[in-house]
DNA sequence: CCCCCCCC
């Protein structure tokens, strides 16, 4: 009997040979979590053995019945090729007529088939599935598909519910239009439970993208849908699903590429699906070295795996425009390219996240931004998985255990939150003009080491409102009370901040720079009421202190940005943070300057 | 029905 020699590593590479006659040469029950069975084959065209090869489930019976045994050669009739995390292809046989029983004695194994070398493989589009089934098959079994449905397992699904369609429809044959459908699909990605308030009302949500063999599609659940199916759906899991409404997808907030997306109901129905989600696509990752962040966009996504190196505490920012306090949480991600980056989480993925032993992170669509060089973040959109099973959270573990754990890393992000000391980004006063800094949309950080030539000390303080957070200069009533406008109220009391304007220089040029209270507090070396205090009762030590400020030298975190003043461009800048140079590094830096000039 | 995705 003749085998369809060399199909299985055309089916590999993509083909879709008619009716391939294969030899079942074994077959294994796999030990498995879920409670269904499966057998796992080893397949032989006579040419080639390939062990990632599985029946589906409806054909468990030929197994159980003895209909395949040990050398069976069988037609197959529908079979589909997944390529799944990464390299591996596994051959999903659906539909099959068993030519011949086996035997196990004489001449039981056709041929002297040889384990295929997977360096044979082309490079097949990751998670992009080829599928086949047998012409005479599709028309037995299609619908009202029109004809363009090719999906080899549409025709096998058999356990349904009640009142749901039995068929499984693909997510990209969905429309707003007909909602009789059921999908299979796997969760690639499950937001956090967010609030939301506006004009229109408040509530909860939340979002899950679903993935199956022909697309990708975003469903939203709110409010009560969020207490019945939030817990229920798990990345990584697949679920039945049906009776959700279908919209026109935003394109401006989608960036999955779906026409609509499906919003839940209370008559929708989530089941999660225990068997058969092998021949689904599994979530797939394009992941970037560290070290080839440089070549992402600012703005854009990337998929990135790293060992957390260092997990900052989580710490609160307050939103530039929200001006909502936001809980944020920095760590720090390497890998085999030697270099770190920073990686910062929100929300509940930063209160969450326990940073301890040294876990190994995978980020789908982390955002990539270029503040100090390049740094990362997981943001709406993104899926990080922690410590998952994956191949290259393997080879990283063992990679870090080994040597990455007392190798240094070259970093992309260090401004000191990363407990590092150095500084990213230094420009000199020079490079600011020649380089714009401070003329594109947001503001640029820069850090630069100077020295103050000169302090104004003419309206460098004023008398501020006391209450916590509230710096708004207050009006003297000449009755002992002091005015905020902005609280409306009068106070007894006020107290002292700073806005200190003082010119740096540095060998190249110099600049005028506005300090704020935390800032100029410890350039002059004493606090804002001291000063304050001073000013009032002895002028001469008040100047003393301006005076000793000048020709210090620090290290300035400043913040540039043009702003237009009567019809004029100028640049401004904020000092951010002022820190006493360390001699050390600055030598360091230098050495590195002058190797990087061939000296 | 959200659509913010942040900070240095």
């Known amino acids: ?59 468990n019976k030929l197994m159980t019945n003895n209909d395949i045994t040990i050398n069976s050669v069988v037609e197959v009739t529908k079979y589909m090729c997944n390529q799944v995390q990464g390299e591996k292809r596994i051959l999903v046989l659906s539909d099959l007529n068993v030519l ?7 001449g039981g194994r056709i041929g002297n088939p040889v384990q295929l070398n997977p360096a044979q493989l082309s490079a097949v589009a990751a998670g992009v599935p080829s599928s086949h089934s047998d012409q005479a098959a599709v028309k037995q079994t299609s619908t009202n598909q029109g004809g363009l449905n090719n999906n080899a397992f549409k025709a096998n699904e058999s356990r349904t519910t009640p009142s749901t369609p039995s068929r499984v429809h693909e997510i990209a044959t969905l429309t707003p239009y007909q909602n009789r459908w059921r999908i299979r699909a796997r969760v690639t990605m499950k937001s956090n439970i967010r609030n939301w308030s506006n004009s229109r009302g408040d509530g909860r949500l939340f979002n899950v993208n679903l993935l199956d063999s022909s697309g990708e599609i975003r469903l939203t659940g709110f409010n009560s849908e969020v207490d019945k199916y939030y817990s229920l759906l798990e990345v990584n899991k697949v679920y039945y699903i049906s009776k959700c409404t279908l919209k026109t997808a935003d394109k401006r907030y989608s960036t999955l590429n779906c026409d ?90 930063a209160v969450n996240f326990n940073g301890q032993g040294y876990p ?29 099973d994956l191949k290259e959270a393997h080879i990283l573990r063992g990679w870090f255990e080994n040597e990455g754990r007392d190798q240094t890393f070259n970093m992309f992000q260090s401004d000191g939150s990363m407990g590092s000391g150095q500084s990213t980004n230094w420009k000199n006063f020079l490079q600011v003009k020649t380089e714009n800094l401070g003329q594109g949309e947001k503001a640029d950080y820069f850090t630069a080491k100077a020295t103050i030539i000169f302090v104004r000390k003419e309206n460098c303080m004023y008398q501020a409102c006391p209450t916590a957070d509230c710096n708004k200069k207050v009006v003297d009533q000449g009755n002992g009370l002091y005015r905020c406008e902005k609280c409306n109220r009068e106070f ?37 009421d001291e000063l304050g205090a ?47 140079v360390d001699w050390k590094e600055t030598g360091y830096r230098l050495i590195e300057q002058l190797s990087q000039m061939g000296i």
């Open 360 to 388: 190994v992170v995978a980020v789908k669509g982390a955002k990539v931004s270029d503040f100090g060089g390049r740094s990362l973040s997981v943001s709406g959109g993104s899926q990080m998985l922690i410590n998952p």
């Open 100 to 106: 011949a029983k086996g035997n196990l004695k004489v």
């Open 1 to 59: 009997m003749q085998l369809s020699k060399g199909a299985i590593l055309e089916i590999l590479n993509g083909a879709t040979p008619n009716k391939p006659v294969f030899q079942i040469v074994s077959a294994k029950k796999m030990e498995s979590a879920s409670s269904a069975e499966r057998y796992r084959i080893l397949l032989s065209d006579s040419e080639h053995l390939y062990s990632h090869v599985m029946l589906t489930v409806q054909l």
């Open 492 to 528: 007894p009391n006020y107290k002292w901040r700073m806005i200190l304007s003082v010119n740096l220089a540095d060998h190249t040029d110099n600049q005028w720079v506005t300090c704020f209270q935390e800032s100029a507090e410890s350039m002059l070396g004493i606090k804002a």
């Open 534 to 580: 001073l000013r009032e009762t002895d002028e001469v030590q008040f100047e003393k202190v301006i005076n000793d400020a000048q020709f210090k030298q620090y290290v300035f975190r400043l913040r540039a940005k043009v702003e237009t003043y009567n019809d004029e461009n100028r640049l401004k800048t904020v000092c951010v943070g002022a820190t006493p």
């Open 260 to 349: 609509y997306e499906m919003t839940m109901t209370p008559e929708t129905i989530i089941e999660p699906c225990n068997d058969d989600d092998v021949d689904l696509p599994m979530m797939t990752f394009d992941f970037v070295k560290i070290s080839d962040l440089e070549k992402c966009k600012n703005g854009s996504s990337a998929d990135v795996i790293g060992v957390v190196k260092v997990a900052n505490d989580v710490g609160t920012v307050i939103g530039k425009q929200s001006q909502k306090e936001i809980t944020k949480r920095d760590l720090q991600i390497v890998d085999q390219s030697g270099v770190a980056v920073k990686l910062t989480l929100w929300g509940d993925d």
